[in-house]
T-cell receptor, first 113, second 114 residues
């Protein structure tokens, strides 16, 4: 069985500051890992994903995440927050079959001018 | 190409009525998922279709909920005898095995039960 834990349902950062959104997972097999973003009144869109290979993955809008197997983590970072980054962020994990796809409860990011 | 589409975008219904929500996945995507997102909550998995296999219905909250997928493409989520607690945004996503099942989401249907 798999699960996803996002620490911090709400995160506030100042504009220009580092963004760090935490995600830990549990999985019995090497998982696929995803971060999705949901802007207000919009659907979810993929930010980035890890499947195999390089453990540091880069996504859209300057976001990146690092898969750390030893820590079972896939934290999302961005060096400098922008006002437009304010949104809900969801971490997700799946096995390699597609029928076990689990989302975290989400982290709401607020960017303070 | 065209993304996942859902209809209607908004639906207001009276308690006790039945509703049907439609999802058109991306052409060629074999996997299709339904989720429910309540206000301020995460995504609650409802049901999963993969090709011609029997769907995974493990997330359906009650027997009032059902879904079908015709011809491996369009899917309909039906909620019978709607209750106020059914009010939520219902999201559909489709994916492809060779893309690691990366999910492409539709815009959702906002259901309000009065």
């Amino acid at each position: 069985a798999q699960s996803v834990t996002q620490l911090g349902s709400h995160v506030s950062v100042s504009e220009g500051a580092l963004v760090l959104l935490r995600c830990n997972y549990s999985s019995s097999v090497p998982p696929y890992l995803f971060w999705y973003v949901q802007y207000p009144n919009q659907g979810l869109q993929l930010l980035l994903k890890y499947t195999t290979g390089a453990t540091l993955v880069k996504g859209i809008n300057g976001f990146e995440a690092e898969f750390k197997k030893s820590e079972t983590s896939f934290h999302l970072t961005k060096p400098s927050a922008h006002m437009s980054d304010a949104a809900e962020y969801f971490c997700a994990v799946s096995d390699h079959t597609g029928n076990q796809f689990y989302f975290g409860t989400g982290t709401s990011l607020t960017v303070i001018p | 190409g065209a993304g996942v589409s859902q209809s209607p975008s908004n639906k207001v219904t009276e308690k006790g009525k039945d509703v049907e929500l439609r999802c058109d996945p991306i052409s060629g995507h074999t996997a299709l998922y339904w989720y429910r997102q309540s206000l301020g909550q995460g995504l609650e998995f409802l049901i999963y279709f993969q090709g011609n296999s029997a769907p995974d219905k493990s997330g359906l909250p009650s027997d009032r909920f059902s879904a079908e997928r015709t011809g491996g493409s369009v899917s309909t989520l039906t909620i019978q005898r709607t209750q106020q607690e059914d009010s939520a945004v219902y999201l559909c996503a489709s994916s492809l095995e060779r893309q690691a099942y990366e999910q492409y989401f539709g815009p959702g249907t906002r259901l309000t039960v009065t």
